[in-house]
């Protein structure tokens, strides 16, 4: 507890400190390692933290917040293809969990993937009116349709 509330402090030395001691109390409880994990990713320290995301997950059942913070982790680490196999686990414990949706559309839309990209903003659109899906859409429709017009300079095939 108290390395929790050190991070919820801000206080980042002493909530790293408290929460390895604590992991090592107990090495079946999840939390401790899951909340420095947090910490570490908040430093910007992500392979530490990706390290403890996977223990974590290990130790515990099915856990959704473990697995949403993972994929931020892999995302930032340049693993997309990590980041959305984390996000699908997400969406099958919690299917309409509009954060995770979104997170899955901006990483395809990132990836290039811009039709699975419309699909998956469309399903954040089905659950909410939300701005920054309309958004994404509307750049992935376009990258879309530009990708798949010929350019101009190319001429038109003669009937």
């Not at 002493?14 to 570490?40: F, H, M, N, Q």
């Not at 949706?101 to 419309?118: F, H, M, S, T, V």
Request: no cysteine; hydrophobic share 45%; net charge positive.
């Amino acid at each position: 507890n108290r390395g929790w509330l050190h991070a919820r402090l801000r206080r980042w030395g002493d909530a790293i400190a408290d929460l390895t001691a604590a992991a090592g109390l107990d090495r079946t409880d999840p939390e401790p390692v899951l909340t420095r994990a947090a910490v570490l990713h908040r430093l910007g320290r992500h392979a530490e933290a990706l390290a403890d995301f996977d223990r974590a997950i290990a130790l515990s059942p099915p856990h959704p917040e473990a697995h949403a913070a993972r994929a931020e982790t892999r995302r930032e680490l340049g693993d997309r293809a990590g980041a959305l196999a984390d996000l699908d686990r997400v969406l099958r414990i919690r299917p309409e969990h509009v954060p995770t949706l979104l997170a899955r559309a901006r990483i395809l839309q990132a990836d290039g993937r811009d039709a699975e990209a419309i699909a998956a903003f469309d399903d954040v659109l089905a659950l909410v009116d939300d701005q920054d899906a309309r958004r994404g859409r509307a750049l992935s429709a376009r990258r879309l349709r530009d990708v798949s017009a010929p350019h101009p300079a190319v001429p038109l095939p003669r009937a």
